[in-house]
């Protein structure tokens, strides 16, 4: 058996080669240098090869490279390996794609059917956009834009719009109010709760008595609520807001999400008239329940203010939901520390 040669590494070549081998943008250069790092560890060829996988020559032949030119000889050398399909460096190429794009920009295949058969070349669509990427031409959207990114932009707007009925609202210009629909069952929301030892907190559901609200709450812990003994809907929303236009005192916006029963065209056409007696109505960016504070209020309700034994019965319950919403601003407050301004 042959002596094992031994690599000695200055710190230097050691956090060099170590760099390189986390950071190399090439699979093969970052095993290079982990091989030679192997080497200086005193190991043989042979052991070397058989982490990486390889033969003894390969390694032997790397670290004479390596001794000669230091850690660029690690790195493939130009030409090795099969030529590009569509070169960079060949402006025959470049000005054919170029000139084919302009003609069909919206139809990769259409460009590689046409390049294949002036060029005399095979090549995958896959190809020419990676070729694309290298070079100035980009894929963009037409100059009117998807139609997400107009979703998104008008959504921003009113999410900034939103923002500037607050600063109106702590100025003093504006009363702003945020309306929504909930619905209580006898089925509780409460996840967990404590008790002594020994004794079980007992609670009997039921899923089919339920109160149905809608609300309409200010950021001061103001709020007026509308029973409804069916289920929610546009016709009830209406009377209830027009019994609500009592409460307005100078121009004021009430928020509301877009659910159907805020977007039919009942709701939508009572609008005008409201808007002669100074109720202005504002619809959130779609999917922002985080923008309406009556969210808060509902949780709240649900998680915190209503209690065990308010599930005794659903003449009980009903009567504390009532009390809970009579009673906010006196004995339930949220404090809004950090409005959307």
């Known amino acids: 058996m042959g002596k094992t040669k031994i690599v000695e590494l200055t710190a230097e070549q050691r956090a060099e080669l170590e760099k390189g081998h986390r950071t190399g943008k090439s699979h093969c250069f970052r095993t290079r240098c982990q091989m030679i790092l192997l080497k200086s560890e005193k190991r043989t060829s042979v052991e070397v090869a058989e982490v990486l996988g390889c033969c003894e020559m390969v390694v032997n032949?790397?670290?004479?490279?390596y001794e000669e030119e230091g850690l660029k000889g690690l790195a493939t050398r130009a030409g090795r390996g099969q030529p590009p399909i569509l070169s960079l460096q060949n402006p025959a190429h470049l000005k054919k794609v170029e000139d084919e794009i302009k003609k069909h920009p919206n139809s990769v295949k259409t460009v590689v059917a046409l390049l294949e058969e002036d060029l005399d070349l095979l090549m995958h669509p896959e190809t020419l956009k990676r070729f694309l990427k290298k070079t100035s031409i980009a894929s963009v959207a037409p100059a009117g834009g998807s139609s997400r990114g107009r979703w998104l932009k008008k959504e921003r707007t009113r999410e900034a719009q939103l923002?500037?009925?607050w600063r109106l609202y702590l100025g003093g210009r504006i009363d702003l109010y945020f309306g929504d629909e909930s619905a209580f069952s006898m089925n509780p929301k409460l996840p967990y709760g404590w008790s002594p030892k020994g004794e079980r907190i007992k609670i009997f559901p039921q899923r089919d008595k339920k109160v149905n609200?809608?609300?309409v709450f200010r950021a001061d812990n103001f709020c007026v609520t509308y029973q409804s003994a069916g289920?929610?809907?546009s016709e009830f929303l209406i009377a209830s807001t027009?019994?609500?236009?009592?409460?307005?005192?100078?121009?004021?916006?009430l928020v509301l999400d877009n659910?159907?029963?805020h977007r039919s065209a009942k709701f939508i056409e009572q609008m005008e008239k409201w808007m002669e007696q100074d109720l202005y109505i504002f619809f959130l960016p779609k999917y922002s329940p985080h923008l309406n504070i009556a969210e808060t209020y509902w949780r709240k309700a649900k998680y915190e203010w209503l209690r065990p034994s308010d599930y005794g019965s659903f003449a009980k319950y009903k009567k504390k939901v009532k009390a809970i919403f009579n009673n906010i601003g006196t004995e339930y407050e949220i404090a809004f520390s950090q409005m959307s301004v």
């Open 213 to 215: 609200l809608f609300g």
């Open 61 to 65: 032949n790397w670290l004479s490279r």
């Open 259 to 261: 659910a159907p029963t």
């Open 242 to 253: 027009n019994d609500f236009c009592r409460y307005v005192k100078k121009p004021t916006v």
């Open 163 to 165: 923002k500037i009925l």
């Open 231 to 233: 289920n929610i809907n």
